[in-house]
């Protein structure tokens, strides 16, 4: 076959596509045409395909049932390697030159699928199956029974290689939102548009129109989709108006925050936009919202109602009078309703293939039956179809009459389907609004919602053409009117569209039969009627439950054809109403939404920023290798040639004890505390006292919880009687300043203190160990480095290398220290005066990770290592830094029973006694290797935790910082670290490990 | 031992990237305010503008989110009891000192921030729509115009914005160390805006302003 001409079921003239225009694609392999207008979905009906996907559980052969967003069956997968999408729908997909797809879930082909033998052990592929069946043997699960399942029942196939398009987002503020360019949509839109109010429009299709494009229609005596054109270029051209098509709004979230995707250029193919962001999510705050979403039409539940060949009565209509396709030769309808009568009708007008319309009700529309009598059709009335027949597409229907028996066979080669609608409801749901049952159209309609929206058109059931309209226009008008503008709202139009429906769910449950065949309620997921009804038997009374355990409605078509079936069957089965049964709850997103679009531009180096101090690109230069702390990069250590991070840390420690060792410092938190309270201030939030801190020195604070928990620390200046300048540890900078604020805010508002973040004002450089003092007295001759002048905790103002600084000598590792501060747009400036200033005495750069080392030597603590938020300062060794006589935050905590308590755990220093063993951070520690004489299964218990460990050049051995019960009274005791198969002993010690006099830290004057 | 005096902002090494993006300024221009005054200020304005005004030659705003000028300065809203206080390079020590002496006696906060942000200034039709993508507040030429001022986010970074001309150009304040990425950030904005340009981006750039 030539393959690419064949176009076999196109309707000479019909259809709103480009003749002029081919497209080649390809399905499966085969190498097709279709046109310019076309789905996926409609160019393949074009050529007489019908068999396009099988089905989830029993790969069932499937068609398209739908020609919209409804569509439970056409998923295929688009396009081949990093462009490769699964599961979409083909019915939304837009024809390009060269499109490739191929079905899901089937092997190895469409036609002819192995796995259809499932359908053979369909009575215990029942509800529940999973649950009831491979509940044994238990380790089975994850090795076998999970692998096998997923390879079995999965879709299609995700992409193995980076997405190579890229992904926006836009925030948009409106004062009207409205969803939905159809009938209602475009009519309420121009109402806002021309009021010239901040107006957005939102359509899923290429174009507006909406219902208008699937069925002829007549609007001010111009064909429908002629009046959508001219409403949307009306639209369009207004400059406060935001049209944007192929747009879907997947959720409505509060505060009328509605968010879409807008999908620029997938209907041009893969890779042929470069540059161009392929999808935009949409984020819409609005000040009203005008829901006009249509409606979906729903199938019948008869025996084997999933065949190829089975469609919907609209979309049976949309094929022919939008795209010109023809779906048979002989097609029957299967109608309950006065909407689907017609829609056959149409349909018939244009393809001339519908024979004969079967209806369960006595009595249709006298206009209607007429008018198909004029167009050939024969009407059965009390009759459904009970069930079709065929392999791989319908070839006939047993026809049965409502009263009494006998089936009767009719060939036929298409059925369409209408067992009536169901307004769109799920965006109104999720805003949430509230949903009611009406009887008479057999329908779930908006009711009320909580947030300012107004419904319109089908969604409103105002199902036909000019009460759409009118619908449309009364809710921009009553939209304007809530935002203040002088329109007269009118009322409230009060007469809903009739739909003569005669509710038929489920054919055997009507008909009172056990009829063949398998009656499909959610196609995607293959939940039939028989699921449900076992369900109802086994007990499932909530439709919650019920979704929940037969799956009703929870593939990714989120039950749009299904929902409303299952429930009524459910209710049916337990005798209720179905108003008391009620919908489950709808849930964004409406359409599936891919991560990419979701991830926008926050990828790669924009995923999440970078912090970097001023001294960055020395760093870069110098080779160091970074740590992230927080979202900030720091030098983890500075490797020669050939030195792995052991080395290299070894070489650092070693430097920064015996001769000199330089750190960026620059990421800790700096607040500027000013005000004639703030030594008060001080006095409240750190444990300690701070009223006679002397301007010009410096003390080490601990700040606790409420709770008496150690919060966080650091060392905070007196700048002067009414100024501090606190610092905090890099992680907490933001959270602490909240803390203060909150504290200044809510409890102390008397107190007169301001507090601001000075972080990145200044540029910090410590420059530590012996040879300190000999460094800075070659950056600063002017300044006086002696003990005598410049002691221990204080700072002193000055110039170094030439920049104006603030020199604090504060010290996190027990030597001689130095932190130089300076503006930071001198940062880099003054670290490589310090690197030139430090050559001859040895000093090194060194990283997080010595600082870690060095601190760990001297047992300085670091927030959320040694502690956890359950430690207490007394825990850790701080009890120095605790005042006894004024009150802070968390004082009252220290004298509950349990922070009071002897035999807390506290901090202790460790040393194993194999000297290279390492002991892995959060390491439990036991008393005695001894395992328990109740149950040798068991080991002695822990008695805490290893929070810190390293090893050490300085000590020539591993050593540790833990926090062991009662760890104070066990010094020289060994404890063991539990490690993988054995035990190790260590032993334990006072945490200083180094200089426990403090002899080290004024060096030699 | 001395080091350059010579200062170093915080986005130095973009003048060239940025000066790219600036192609067509009619479109997109951006560029950074390097080293001008920023002071942050914290007053009981209701009873002590006059003294700020004395100093600064500029009145403090009351409104929220919006910013005045006088003399030298423009002074931004913050909060209820703070400003930040915009002046050329180099006036941020005599500027402080004044202010501190002004306020004697009275509960202030007068902290120099100079060297701690820095500023973006963007300009031209895309202006609006590039920040759109990352800043969730209304910046339709009607709801975002001088003399407006708003604390946000742009992505993922806390920024401060200042409407400075309708036109528009928009001041973007950043922290230093988040400036890499809302400079990184806003170039691909651009570029996204750019390479649409035949697909979208005069329409929505057109209805945003």
Redesign the interface.
């Known amino acids: 076959m030539s393959g690419t001409a064949a176009n076999i079921a196109r309707i000479e003239g019909a259809g709103k596509i480009d003749r002029t225009r081919p497209l080649a694609f390809t399905f499966n392999g085969r190498k097709l045409q279709g046109y310019a207008g076309d789905t996926l979905a409609s160019a393949l009906l074009a050529n007489g395909i019908h068999l396009v996907a099988r089905s989830f559980k029993y790969h069932r052969p499937r068609g398209m049932l739908t020609a919209g967003n409804e569509e439970p069956n056409a998923l295929v997968q688009l396009e081949r390697g990093p462009y490769t999408e699964p599961n979409l729908r083909a019915t939304e997909i837009e024809l390009y030159e060269g499109l490739d797809a191929s079905s899901v879930n089937c092997f190895p082909n469409v036609q002819f699928d192995l796995r259809a033998i499932n359908g053979l052990a369909s009575s215990i592929l029942v509800a529940g199956f999973y649950n009831k069946t491979f509940m044994w043997p238990k380790g089975f699960w994850k090795k076998v029974y999970e692998p096998a399942l997923r390879a079995a029942a999965g879709l299609g196939v995700a992409p193995d290689s980076p997405d190579p398009d890229?992904y926006?987002?836009?925030?948009?503020?409106c004062d009207v939102l409205v969803v939905g360019a159809g009938p209602a949509g475009l009519s309420a839109s121009l109402q806002a548009g021309r009021r010239g109010v901040?107006t957005v429009i939102v359509e899923e299709a290429p174009e507006a129109g909406g219902s208008l494009l699937q069925r002829p229609a007549t609007i001010d005596g111009v064909a429908g989709t002629e009046w959508a054109s001219k409403a949307f270029a009306e639209l369009d051209a207004m400059?406060?108006?935001?049209f944007l098509c192929r747009t879907s709004v997947f959720g409505y979230y509060d505060h009328n925050y509605l968010m879409a995707v807008e999908h620029?250029?997938d209907h041009l193919g893969p890779g042929r936009?470069?540059?161009?962001?392929r999808k935009r999510l949409w984020?819409f705050?609005a000040k009203r919202v005008v829901l006009a979403t249509g409606a979906h039409e729903r199938p019948i539940v008869f025996g084997n109602n999933d065949l190829p060949g089975i469609v919907l009565a609209n979309a049976a209509c949309t094929y022919a009078t939008r795209y010109g396709v023809s779906l048979g030769k002989c097609g029957v309808a299967f109608v309950n309703n006065d909407h689907g009568f017609a829609l056959a009708l149409e349909t018939q007008a244009v393809a001339r293939n519908i024979a004969m319309i079967i209806d369960p009700r006595p009595d249709p529309d006298d206009a209607l039956v007429k008018r198909a009598a004029a167009l050939g059709v024969r009407v059965l009335c009390n009759s459904v179809i009970a069930t079709a027949h065929g392999w791989n597409r319908v070839s006939s229907v047993d026809i049965c009459p409502t009263r009494g028996t006998g089936l009767a066979r009719l060939e036929c080669d298409h059925v369409l389907v209408s067992g009536g609608l169901n307004p769109a409801v799920h965006l109104y749901s999720q805003a949430p609004g509230k949903l009611r049952y009406d009887a008479n159209l057999a329908c779930f309609l908006p009711d009320q919602c909580i947030q300012t929206v107004e419904v319109a058109g089908a969604l409103n059931a105002r199902f036909s053409l000019d009460s759409a309209l009118e619908d449309g226009a009364l809710a921009g008008k009553r939209t304007l009117h809530t935002l203040g503008q002088a329109v007269d709202a009118g009322a409230p139009a009060e007469a809903k569209d009739e739909l003569h429906i005669l509710p038929v769910w489920s054919v055997q449950a009507q008909l009172g039969l056990k009829l063949p065949g398998k009656h499909f309620v959610d196609y995607q997921n293959d939940v039939t009627e028989a699921d449900i009804l076992l369900a109802s038997r086994e007990g499932f009374r909530s439709v919650e439950h019920t979704k929940r355990y037969t799956t009703t409605g929870m593939a990714t078509d989120q039950g749009k054809t299904s929902n409303v079936i299952g429930l009524a069957i459910l209710a049916a089965s337990l005798g209720k109403p179905i108003p008391e049964v009620g919908t489950t709850t709808f849930r964004p997103p409406f359409t599936p939404v891919t991560f990419g679009a979701i991830a926008g531009?926050?990828r790669g180096?924009?995923s999440?920023?970078?912090?970097?101090?001023?001294m960055h690109a020395w760093h870069v230069d110098n080779g160091a290798v970074f740590e992230d702390v927080g979202?900030?990069k720091r030098p983890w250590y500075f490797p020669k040639p050939g030195e792995d991070l052991h080395a290299a840390v070894a070489r650092e420690t070693k430097a920064l004890r015996t001769t000199a060792g330089v750190m960026d410092a620059t990421t800790l938190g700096k607040i500027?505390i000013?005000?004639?309270d703030a030594a008060e201030f001080l006095n409240r939030v750190y444990t300690n006292a701070w009223t006679k801190l002397a301007v010009g020195s410096c003390r080490y604070g601990v700040m606790c919880r409420p709770d008496g928990m150690v919060m966080d620390d650091g060392v905070t200046a007196r700048l002067a009687d009414d100024r501090f300048l606190m610092t905090t540890t890099t992680g907490n900078a933001a959270r602490v300043l909240d803390w203060l604020e909150e504290w200044l805010q809510t409890e102390w508002p008397e107190l007169?203190v301001?507090c601001?973040t000075?972080?990145?004002?200044?540029a910090t450089t410590a420059v530590v160990g012996p040879n300190a003092r000999k460094i800075l007295k070659?950056?600063a001759p002017d300044m006086d480095f002696s003990n005598a002048a410049f002691p221990f905790m204080t700072f002193r103002e000055g110039v170094v290398?030439?920049?104006a600084a603030r020199v604090f000598r504060i010290s996190f590792n027990g030597e001689l220290s130095y932190e130089i501060n300076v503006?930071?747009?001198?940062?880099?400036?003054?670290w490589?005066?310090v690197i030139?200033?430090g050559k001859p005495h040895g000093l090194t750069p060194y990283g997080t990770e010595t600082m870690h080392v060095a601190r760990a030597e001297k047992g300085y603590i670091i927030i959320g290592q040694e502690t956890d938020g359950t430690v207490t300062p007394q825990d850790v060794g701080l009890e120095w830094a605790v005042s006894k006589q004024k009150d802070f935050i968390g004082k009252r905590s220290f004298s509950r029973s349990d922070t009071a308590r002897a035999g807390r755990k506290q901090l202790v220093g460790l040393l194993p006694q194999d000297k290279a063993f390492v002991a892995p951070e959060g390491s439990h520690l036991v008393a005695s290797p001894e395992r328990s004489t109740f149950d040798p299964r068991l080991g002695s218990p822990s008695i805490g935790h290893i929070t810190s460990s390293y090893y050490s050049p300085n000590l020539e051995s591993a050593f540790a910082l833990a926090l062991i019960a009662n760890g104070r009274a066990m010094h020289g005791k060994t404890v063991y670290c539990s490690q993988g198969s054995g035990l190790k002993p260590m032993t334990v010690t006072d945490p200083v490990f180094i200089d426990k006099e403090g002899k080290r830290r004024d060096g030699i004057d | 031992m001395t080091a350059s005096t010579d200062r170093v902002s915080p986005l130095e090494n973009w003048t060239a990237r940025f000066a790219a993006a600036s192609a067509t300024p009619v479109q997109f221009s951006i560029r950074e305010v390097a080293f001008a005054t920023h002071i942050n200020l914290r007053v009981d304005a209701a009873a002590f503008g006059a003294k700020v005004r004395a100093v600064l030659g500029c009145d403090l705003p009351v409104v929220a989110n919006t910013w005045t000028t006088g003399g030298e300065c423009s002074a931004i809203w913050l909060g209820p009891d703070e400003w930040l206080v915009v002046a050329p390079d180099g006036r941020n020590e005599s500027f402080c000192a004044d202010l501190r002496t002004a306020l004697s006696g009275v509960h202030h906060a007068v902290t120099d921030l100079s060297a701690n942000r820095t500023m973006l200034e963007i300009a031209g039709s895309d202006a609006r729509v590039a920040l759109a993508k990352g800043c969730p507040l209304d910046l339709h030429g009607s709801a975002f115009k001088p003399p407006q001022s708003a604390q946000s986010l742009l992505a993922k970074s806390q920024v401060l914005l200042q409407c400075v001309d309708a036109n528009p150009v928009i001041r973007v304040f950043v922290r230093n160390s988040f400036a890499a990425y809302v400079a990184e950030w806003l170039l691909d904005a651009a570029a996204e805006l750019a390479a649409s340009r035949n697909l979208d981006t005069p329409r929505i750039a057109n209805r945003l302003a």
């Open positions: 890229t926006d987002r836009m925030h948009w503020h901040r400059p406060n108006v935001l620029r250029t936009s470069p540059g161009v962001a984020h705050r531009r926050d180096s924009l999440d920023p970078v912090r970097t101090t001023p979202q900030w500027d000013q005000g004639a007169e301001y601001t000075v972080t990145e004002q200044w070659a950056l290398a030439g920049l503006p930071s747009w001198h940062g880099l400036a003054l490589r005066a030139e200033a």
